[in-house]
């Protein structure tokens, strides 16, 4: 169960909020119809205003750690999701189903069916915790990229600088030789530096775009790896199952979470 949760939802705000959550009505909302964000948008306020309100009525030296951590929380579910609320609502619908889902196969682990659902279980912690990487993995690329468009913004800026003042330069020629005698070193002064600045900053924003594309194929690579688990390993299995079910065997499970 523990694999369920991470940054993307801390265990913690389902321990503390455990009863508003399971009160909600996740269900309702269709993740595939964009006119829904509004809705999950107003459960998303609803979840960041409950933590507020338990953060608020914590009192004594644990409860002060505790006000801080909640409040924290609450800063980091609004930054994950107030762009993608709908995303809020499928992780959450994700967390419930599949809690459900482990005390059914912990009640039933007893039987031949039980252990064999105890086996499936393992192999979709395991395809979760390769999502919760991928997760993180992007969420790191994220921040590399912005970093990467903000250096490249200002190169632009200091690109420009130096179209200026190699244009002053070439303004010098009109005017008197003394007045360019005057000028023309601190500009060249200048030039210099900024070209020398300019290279540095070109090798530097290439080696930048590298290191990029690089994660991104570790990004997709991973992706292509869990594609081919749960579309030509566990999808395959699941259709056997189903025959076998069809036939008196045990039920077949699990595709809802492949879905997931």
């Not at 395809?127 to 632009?156: G, P, S």
């Not at 002053?168 to 005057?182: F, V, Y």
Request: glycine share 4%; net charge negative; hydrophobic share 35%.
């Amino acid at each position: 169960m523990q694999s369920l949760y991470g940054q993307h939802f801390p265990i913690e705000v389902r321990h503390y909020l455990s009863q508003w959550i399971e009160g909600q009505l996740w269900d309702v909302i269709d993740l595939e119809n964009p006119q829904e964000e509004f809705k999950a948008k107003r459960l998303l306020d609803s979840l960041i205003q409950e933590l507020q309100n338990k953060a608020e009525h914590q009192v004594g030296e644990d409860g002060f750690l505790l006000k801080i951590k909640l409040g924290h929380y609450a800063s980091q579910l609004k930054s994950t999701y107030d762009r993608c609320p709908l995303e809020l609502v499928r992780c959450i619908k994700h967390i419930l189903y599949t809690e459900q889902r482990l005390v059914r196969e912990a009640t039933n682990s007893s039987s031949p069916v039980g252990g064999m659902m105890d086996s499936m279980s393992q192999k979709y912690q395991q395809i979760n915790q390769a999502f919760e990487e991928l997760r993180l993995m992007t969420q790191d690329t994220e921040n590399d990229l912005r970093k990467l468009q903000h250096n490249q913004e200002y190169f632009i800026i200091q690109y420009q600088e130096s179209l200026r003042i190699q244009a002053q330069l070439s303004s010098l020629t009109t005017l008197p030789p003394a007045d360019r005698q005057l000028r023309e070193p601190t500009l060249l002064s200048k030039r210099a530096t900024v070209e020398a600045w300019l290279t540095r900053e070109a090798n530097t924003l290439q080696k930048y775009r590298l290191d990029l594309a690089e994660k991104h194929q570790k990004t997709l690579q991973l992706l292509r790896k869990q594609q081919t688990i749960i579309l030509d390993d566990e999808l395959i299995q699941w259709k056997r199952r189903q025959q076998l079910a069809g036939n008196g065997g045990p039920p077949e499970g699990g595709l809802d979470i492949l879905q997931s």
